[in-house]
């Protein structure tokens, strides 16, 4: 395949080597929000999307879940990247120079032992590749970034540690997408469907809806609700399931589905990934 894939941030970003390593054959384009990275994708701008949806210790990458749905694309494959923080400084630099470090808000918090060990004060940034870009351009003696290693690698930085962070367990979850499904697949380690579904105004209806998952045997690996134009009545969900929409079981519980639901739409059938394991 040859063509662009396209991501949220700057090159350097954990998004930029989600790229990298789920899709060496695709040129990694830069978007500034989510939004444009869905926009090049239906333009064609870009042939695939890489787009987070979790993480394990901060759980769902806000208004993902609202995108999707009306992205218009299709979840064709998951994809899961550790978070390996790197202390990134100017050439030359050590780890006892740096009083200042750059970097998302997220990252921060993960690398709180180190910063306080080293007695280096954390400040949020809004993209911690970007950070690194700055300050290569800067040149600030005594600041550093928090920041992958593959953005040292781009801006000309020194790693001066790695894996700073304080839990080695830190994974985010991305979704591949693109502007056709692909439904005739099956994986070596099973099948992961995706939908979005809003349930009728019955009581009961959320718990009546989930039943055909349990009597069939199917194993649901995610559910999440969140407020639909802001609605506090008008609630839709967000749920994975391991198998295909053709498996019997799988049919069985979606067709119990839809009896209780006002919509139902599939967001993509792919290949189950073994790091989920």
Same mark, same amino acid.
């Given at each position: 395949?040859?063509?662009r894939i396209?991501?949220?941030?700057?090159?350097?970003?954990? $998004?930029?080597?989600?790229?990298?390593a789920?899709?060496?054959?695709l040129?990694?384009?830069?978007?500034?929000?989510?939004?444009?990275?869905?926009?090049?994708?239906? $333009?064609?701008?870009?042939?695939?999307?890489?787009?987070?949806?979790?993480?394990?210790?901060?759980?769902?990458?806000?208004?993902?879940?609202r995108l999707?749905?009306e992205?218009?694309?299709?979840?064709?494959?998951?994809?899961?990247?550790?978070?390996r923080? $790197?202390?990134?400084?100017?050439?030359?630099?050590?780890?006892?120079?740096?009083?200042?470090?750059?970097?998302?808000?997220?990252?921060?918090?993960?690398?709180a032992?180190?910063?306080?060990?080293?007695?280096?004060?954390?400040v949020a940034?809004?993209?911690?590749?970007?950070?690194?870009?700055?300050?290569?351009?800067?040149?600030?003696?005594?600041?550093g970034?928090?920041?992958?290693?593959?953005?040292?690698?781009?801006?000309?930085?020194?790693?001066?540690?790695?894996?700073?962070?304080?839990?080695g367990h830190?994974?985010?979850?991305?979704?591949i997408?693109?502007?056709?499904p692909?439904?005739?697949?099956?994986?070596?380690?099973?099948?992961?469907?995706?939908?979005?579904?809003?349930?009728?105004?019955?009581?009961?209806?959320?718990?009546k809806?989930m039943?055909?998952?349990?009597?069939?045997?199917v194993?649901m690996?995610?559910?999440?609700?969140?407020?639909?134009?802001?609605s506090f009545?008008a @609630?839709?969900?967000?749920?994975?399931?391991?198998g295909?929409?053709?498996?019997?079981n799988?049919?069985r519980?979606?067709?119990?589905l839809?009896?209780?639901?006002? @919509?139902?739409?599939?967001?993509?059938?792919?290949?189950?990934?073994? $790091?989920?394991?």
């Amino acid at each position: 395949m040859t063509g662009r894939i396209a991501f949220q941030g700057d090159p350097g970003a954990y $998004s930029h080597e989600a790229c990298i390593a789920a899709r060496p054959d695709l040129e990694p384009m830069p978007c500034e929000t989510f939004e444009d990275v869905i926009a090049a994708v239906r $333009s064609g701008a870009a042939e695939q999307a890489m787009l987070p949806i979790e993480n394990s210790t901060y759980g769902r990458v806000a208004d993902i879940h609202r995108l999707l749905p009306e992205s218009g694309l299709h979840v064709l494959d998951e994809a899961f990247v550790r978070v390996r923080i $790197s202390l990134l400084g100017l050439p030359g630099s050590k780890v006892s120079d740096i009083n200042l470090v750059r970097a998302h808000l997220v990252l921060l918090p993960q690398s709180a032992n180190f910063l306080a060990k080293h007695k280096i004060k954390g400040v949020a940034a809004a993209d911690s590749a970007g950070a690194a870009g700055k300050l290569a351009e800067a040149k600030t003696p005594g600041e550093g970034v928090l920041a992958s290693a593959l953005a040292g690698q781009i801006y000309g930085l020194d790693v001066l540690a790695e894996d700073v962070e304080d839990h080695g367990h830190n994974t985010t979850r991305f979704v591949i997408m693109g502007r056709e499904p692909n439904h005739t697949r099956r994986g070596d380690h099973g099948m992961i469907t995706t939908f979005v579904f809003q349930v009728r105004n019955i009581p009961a209806a959320l718990y009546k809806a989930m039943g055909g998952f349990a009597t069939n045997g199917v194993n649901m690996t995610k559910l999440e609700s969140y407020m639909v134009d802001g609605s506090f009545t008008a @609630t839709r969900f967000y749920a994975d399931i391991d198998g295909h929409p053709e498996d019997a079981n799988v049919k069985r519980a979606l067709d119990e589905l839809d009896h209780f639901t006002e @919509t139902v739409d599939i967001l993509g059938v792919y290949p189950r990934d073994p $790091s989920r394991d």
